[in-house]
């Protein structure tokens, strides 16, 4: 069984930065496709960023150019995502999982930025 966890939220001005990490604890399968999503009350959860074992990485057009997804190929049950050059609409509550979302979400970590 695979648990999630993920940490680095904050509450940061329009224009910062914040640097999430994902730790994953269980069987995982190097070869998975990791990826993290982001959700707002009312909304559908949204894929914002993936890297495949192999480091190829692609991202939603809202924050292509803005944030950065990284695995730790030293201990591969990291994932981490730069987030730069933040905006209010970025607020949202973070998660990893795979890029199908075939493991049990983590709790989470809330990023709030403001204007």
């Known amino acids: 069984q695979v648990r999630l966890v993920e940490s680095g939220g904050g509450f940061v001005q329009a224009g910062g930065s914040l640097r999430l990490s994902c730790a994953v604890f269980?069987?995982?399968?190097?070869?998975?496709?990791m990826a993290w999503f982001r959700q707002v009350p009312g909304k559908q959860r949204e894929l914002v960023a993936g890297?495949?074992?192999?480091?190829?990485?692609?991202y939603s057009e809202t924050v292509k150019g803005r944030f950065i997804i990284s695995r730790d190929n030293n201990a591969k049950n990291t994932v981490n995502l730069q987030m730069n050059s933040l905006k209010p609409e970025d607020t949202a509550v973070y998660y990893c999982?795979?890029?199908?979302?075939?493991?049990?979400w983590g709790q989470g970590t809330q990023v709030t930025v403001s204007s």
């Open positions: 269980g069987s995982f399968s190097e070869i998975t496709t």
């Open positions: 890297i495949t074992n192999r480091g190829i990485t692609t």
């Open positions: 999982n795979s890029q199908y979302g075939l493991y049990s």
